[in-house]
């Protein structure tokens, strides 16, 4: 897998990379219980010549954030999943303090795209050796994402799988059924009115997808690599207005099949307007954490880019 170059330009490199002051891995206290997990973070703080600073629930990453802000990092890593990468990008976007992410969590979707191994441990060698870039990142009504946000039946999926991991846990077979569980619940569209760039229209659909990495479009066959690595966002909208349409279009996405035009309308932009008909407040999924939020949804670039680590050589 190719390293996502979007609109990135080198930063300042230099030995090591990321700059001369402390180097802080933020992790979740509960990768603590997992052998391979812990070894990955301590490899990844003794590789990169840094300590471990841990957090437990929501409310600890942001202590945990605000006391590595006050140690006056020149590198944090996020040992976590896609949700703990966004946190703590989102905190540092726009400082000189350099970011990197070692994957642990489910699907790793952002450590994925930028090349990481999918080892934490082989992934925190690559990250001692890598370099920062500064690449802007994606925000809506203030919140960043990184790898994609959406309105529709992707954020239902979310709240189904919640109730599934806290009855069955949180495995990735778990993941699959809440979607087949959501799909079987669906039974109508959305109304929405986009504006992408300043041009608007009106549009029926189940899915409302704003991407910003094109990891997950590469993975699936989609339309959108080249708008992403331009700078934009690549906007799909889901062609499915009954449960069998629905079906068809993830039996087609699974099979690698799906066709612009067909299956999903494409729109590329950097600035997006998003209502949803008789909504004052939209459920938006990003980044597998999920939010109510006053429509409409304005969506665009970070003004300062994130300085980010990533390896020279993708695995």
């Not at 202590?63 to 590198?75: H, M, Q, T, Y």
């Not at 799909?183 to 997808?209: C, Q």
Request: a positive charge; hydrophobic letters at 40%; glycine letters at 12%.
């Amino acid at each position: 897998m190719p390293i996502e170059d979007t609109d990135a330009v080198p930063g300042d490199l230099g030995a090591p990379a990321f700059g001369d002051g402390p180097v802080c891995v933020i992790t979740n206290r509960k990768s603590g219980r997992n052998s391979r997990d812990r070894n990955a973070v301590e490899a990844a703080a003794e590789t990169l010549g840094g300590e471990i600073v841990s957090f437990s629930g929501g409310k600890g990453l942001m202590e945990a954030i605000e006391k590595v802000k006050a140690r006056k990092p020149s590198l944090v890593v996020a040992a976590g999943g896609d949700g703990t990468a966004m946190a703590v990008a989102g905190a540092f976007v726009g400082t000189d303090v350099a970011f990197g992410v070692l994957p642990l969590g489910t699907f790793n979707y952002f450590a994925r795209g930028l090349g990481l191994s999918t080892d934490p441990v082989e992934a925190s060698r690559q990250l001692a050796a890598g370099q920062v870039v500064e690449r802007h990142i994606g925000t809506v009504n203030g919140q960043v994402f990184l790898n994609n946000a959406s309105v529709g039946i992707y954020p239902s999926i979310l709240k189904v799988r919640e109730s599934v991991y806290r009855r069955w846990g949180r495995r990735r077979i778990m993941a699959h059924w809440s979607v087949i569980k959501t799909f079987i619940r669906f039974r109508k569209p959305m109304r929405v009115r986009l504006e992408v760039d300043g041009d608007g229209g009106r549009y029926r659909t189940a899915l409302v997808f704003v991407a910003r990495s094109s990891f997950q479009l590469e993975r699936f066959g989609l339309e959108g690599t080249d708008i992403i690595r331009e700078g934009g966002f690549a906007v799909l909208l889901v062609n499915a207005r009954t449960r069998l349409e629905l079906f068809r279009r993830i039996t087609r996405l699974a099979l690698g099949t799906v066709e612009e035009g067909v299956d999903y309308d494409l729109f590329a932009g950097e600035r997006l307007k998003l209502d949803v008909e008789g909504k004052r407040r939209v459920l938006l999924a990003y980044d597998g954490e999920k939010k109510r939020m006053s429509a409409p949804l304005e969506f665009g670039m970070s003004e300062r880019p994130l300085r980010l680590l990533i390896p020279e050589k993708p695995a």
